[in-house]
């Protein structure tokens, strides 16, 4: 594949995969998945997760992806020709699709608030009102449509520009943006008062409240967090260059995805603490709670919480766009360079595609909401499907792949660079041991005890 398209640098690279990998995943998941489980406790699982069970899948598709430059259905059917891998690379397809649909939902909400906090509606006057304002906008048919079609249209915008001047550019420029941001945010949480027991609540381990559903809980979200299982991961190592460290640029992408996740719950504990409202209030947190707290907050500033209500927004609204480029670009490179479609009608057929299922995941929390899937609305059953089970069945089969089909001698070829990373192949033995054995029984034993408890 002579004129395909690399990352320019190892910055790039990183900016990219962070970008897909920081998204509503770290800002509005993790927070709230952090006060279901019971918070620092929790924080350890995750963080162990992401070393020993999350990086060595990252790592998986890194190796599949950079050996052979190619999409995910190419890839398994150039490294096990005439097999049934290929129909991993299938899945890979079709998931990020899903994900996009109901992703994208999420992120025209994170739009439309993003306008309501520029026309200062999070005031004081309205701070009662505000909490209500979720559940009305939401349930309604035409304000969340029109935003999921201005984020899936910006979305597609992206990708059609292509891998440099699209997905390279708009990461580059949106990671650090992000970082600055989250830590702004994070501050002005950490200030207000009575924030401190929400900082104890995010450093202190309280084992104790630990559930048996927190293991299978911190994997799941390392995976959905870290883009994993899907091959987003997969088709953005097929864009690197065969010099580059591809063990450097996995490792700086989990710890940024982790960083990031952090700030993000010293950007909404501390708020949520300071208001004197429970940290496990679930999903609503950063568009039912965080509002109400920046309108309360109004009383002594309105300015900066307004200032502070925007940048948010305009925080989750660009992580949420770095992370949707990606799962698009899966099938767009699929289909141009499977199917020999141009990269224009491509994006066009999968925003369409998206467009549609997101069309259904958005009504269903008004019009549709009375039509259940074994006892979930769409939306849910979307997120359900995708997140426990076909992003944990993905990650589980690249680790297979790695460890078990493809030669061991290539997995260190392709680690090491050829045996030339001396760094890398002294700690291969390690890491093969955790993608071949401990990542593959680890995610079975977690997936198994999730589906009993
Ligand atoms: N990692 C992204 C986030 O945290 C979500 C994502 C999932 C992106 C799967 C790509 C593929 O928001």
Redesign the pocket.
């Known amino acids: 594949m002579t004129n395909r398209e690399h990352f320019g640098s190892r910055a790039a690279v990183i900016m990219a995969m962070a970008g897909?990998?920081?998204?509503?995943?770290?800002i509005w998941?993790f927070p709230f998945i952090v006060g279901e489980y019971g918070g620092a406790a929790f924080i350890l699982i995750y963080i162990l997760c992401c070393f020993f069970l999350s990086l060595p899948i990252l790592l998986s598709e890194s190796i599949i992806g950079r050996r052979t430059h190619q999409n995910t259905f190419g890839a398994m059917s150039t490294l096990a020709p005439g097999t049934k891998w290929k129909w991993l690379g299938l899945l890979t397809i079709v998931t990020?699709i899903i994900?996009l649909s109901y992703?994208s939902v999420v992120g025209g909400w994170s739009f439309a608030y993003l306008l309501k906090a520029c026309s200062l509606q999070f005031n004081p006057e309205n701070a009662e009102a505000v909490t209500g304002m979720f559940a009305t906008f939401s349930s309604s048919a035409w304000g969340p449509l029109a935003c999921l079609v201005v984020f899936l249209g910006l979305t597609a915008l992206i990708i059609f520009s292509g891998v440099k001047k699209g997905i390279e550019k708009f990461s580059k420029i949106s990671m650090p943006v992000l970082f600055i941001l989250i830590v702004v945010i994070a501050v002005y949480s950490v200030t207000l008062p009575g924030a401190m027991d929400g900082v104890r609540y995010l450093v202190k381990p309280d084992f104790s409240k630990l559930s048996a559903g927190a293991f299978s809980a911190a994997l799941g979200q390392s995976f959905?967090?870290?883009?994993l299982g899907?091959g987003?991961m997969l088709i953005y190592s097929s864009y690197i260059r065969k010099d580059e460290n591809i063990l450097a640029s996995g490792t700086g992408t989990a710890l940024f995805d982790m960083l990031f996740a952090i700030l993000a719950g010293f950007a909404v504990m501390p708020a949520v603490f300071a208001a004197g409202i429970a940290p496990s209030s679930g999903p609503g947190l950063v568009f039912e709670t965080l509002p109400y707290i920046f309108a309360k907050m109004g009383a002594g500033g309105q300015f900066l919480s307004s200032a502070v209500a925007i940048l948010f927004f305009l925080t989750i609204l660009v992580?949420?766009l770095s992370?949707s480029i990606?799962?698009m670009e899966v099938g767009v490179a699929y289909m141009v360079e499977e199917k020999g479609i141009s990269r224009g009608k491509a994006t066009a057929g999968i925003f369409f595609v998206a467009l549609f299922l997101g069309i259904l995941c958005s009504l269903s929390f008004g019009p549709i909401s009375g039509v259940k899937f074994l006892g979930n609305t769409f939306f849910n059953a979307c997120d359900k499907l995708c997140s426990n089970y076909l992003?944990t069945l993905g990650a589980l089969m690249f680790s297979i792949f790695v460890g078990w089909k493809m030669d061991k001698a290539s997995v260190h070829d392709e680690l090491t660079n050829g045996g030339s990373l001396k760094g890398n192949s002294k700690v291969f033995p390690v890491l093969y041991f955790l993608i071949k054995y401990i990542a593959p029984l680890a995610i079975a034993a977690i997936f198994i005890t999730g589906l009993l408890a």
Do not use: D, H, K, Q
Not at 224 to 227: A, G
């Open positions: 897909s990998a920081i998204g509503l995943g770290n998941r990020p994900i992703y959905f967090s870290l883009s899907v987003t992580a949420a992370s990606s799962m992003m």
